[in-house]
Each structure stands twice: as C-alpha cells, then as structure tokens.
C-alpha cells in the first residue's frame, strides 16, 4: 500500500542523509502539541479531554521524565527544555525507519505524544485518531458533518492504521527462518536491534503471504511504529 511504501522510502532513502532534521521536527512539535491545549468550555468538551487526553499526558511525564506543561486556551506554553533533549537522545539511538515513521504520525496527528504512545504501544491507530481529533469529532457530534470533511477523517485514520502495520524490531535477536521440504530449517538472515523484517516488508507492501517463521534467539521486544 501507498502509506507503507512511503514509510520504507522515507528511511531508506531520506532519513539517513538528514535524521537531525527529522529528529528536531518531531522535537519541535512538543511546543505545539494538540493535547497540550484544552478548551476552556463547555464543560462536555472538557471532560472528554481529560477523560481521552490526561491518561496520555500521565504516561508522557513518566515515559520522558517531566511532565508536559498544559493551558486552556490559544496562548502559546513553552515547554521544559529537558523534554526536548530526552527525546532528541532517545530518537537518536534509534534506526533510520524510526524517525521518518513517526515524523510522519506526528505531523498526521499534531501530538509527538500521540506518536510516541503509539510507538510505545501505548496507544493503538484507532485510540490514536480518536485522541488526536477529539476538538473535531466533538464538534462533528454537535453541529454534524460534511461529506468532505468525513471522507478526510477517513483517510486519515486508514493512513495511521497502515502505518502501524510497520514492524520494527527494537530489542533482542530474531532469526528469520523457513522449513525445506525435508524437514530442515534453513536460516534466511536473522535481525538485530533496530533492524525491520524484509520479508514482512515485502509481503505488507504486496499484499503477500511467504512461509517463513520468526524465531527469538534472544528476549526480543517488537513494536508497531508509525
């Protein structure tokens, strides 16, 4: 599909050659941040927001260290300057794909939050769209909708669900492997830390299937990514 080709692109062909760039947009985008900006009223709205968005904001001020500084309101909050160079040194041990996938989430969705849940599995597509649009679908409840609009939103949820189809090994040691008709396993490369599946790749992108078979050779994490 189209979002997971350009993902595999993205961090082939472009993140290697610029992930400053890509990490400091990703960076950036705390300062900006959808969940950082509540509505002031009407109370229903309010408490979707802290219903949806607190529970995030949590999890963000343990995952990074310090909290995400918030405001009710259009006036523009500057955010702790560690926030920033935690995420900068995280992103920057990661692999290519990483950055361009979640660059890509976050500028889809307005939330380095909502990307980095999503990353850390936190958040699945769906809880993701849901949070990252939750000022336009409240509104959509109140006043109703267009086709257009509606046929954005679509999209754009379809696009976050492909997304999260890329796998990334972030941890441990896989061996990817197949059986040959007489029984024995037939190493075809095995993946370390960082390293992304061709095989899953190829057949996502395809729309194929291949017999293969991943084996842990070492405690291994996988993750989801944008």
């Known amino acids: 599909s189209m979002p997971l080709t350009r993902l595999a692109n993205t961090g082939i062909d472009r993140v290697a050659g610029a992930r400053d760039r890509y990490v400091a947009e990703i960076v950036r985008y705390t300062d900006t941040d959808t969940l950082a900006y509540w509505a002031p009223d009407p109370e ?4 979707r927001q802290a219903a949806e968005w607190q529970p995030l904001l949590d999890w963000f001020a343990e995952h990074v260290g310090h909290p995400m500084q918030t405001t009710s309101g259009i006036a523009a909050v500057a ?4 926030i920033a160079s935690v995420l900068a040194a995280r992103l920057a041990a990661r692999s290519d794909l990483a950055p361009g996938a979640l660059q890509t989430l976050v500028a889809v969705s307005g939330s380095a939050v909502v990307a ?3 990353d ?6 769906e809880g993701a769209f849901r949070a990252a649009f939750l000022d336009e679908l409240y509104q959509a409840e109140l006043w109703g909708t267009d086709r257009e609009a509606e046929q954005r939103r679509r999209a754009i949820a379809e696009d976050m669900a492909q997304t999260a189809r890329f796998l990334l090994l972030l941890d441990g040691r896989v061996r990817v492997q197949i059986t040959a008709e007489n029984g024995r396993e037939v190493t075809l490369y095995r993946l370390g830390s960082g390293g992304s599946c061709l095989l899953t790749t ?7 299937h291949y017999p293969a078979e991943a084996v842990v050779e070492q405690d291994a994490a996988a993750l989801v990514l944008p």
């Open 79 to 82: 955010q702790r300057p560690e």
């Open 44 to 47: 229903t709205l309010v408490a």
């Open 116 to 118: 980095l849940a999503v």
């Open 120 to 125: 850390a599995g936190r958040l699945d597509p």
């Open 202 to 208: 190829s057949c996502l992108l395809g729309g194929d």
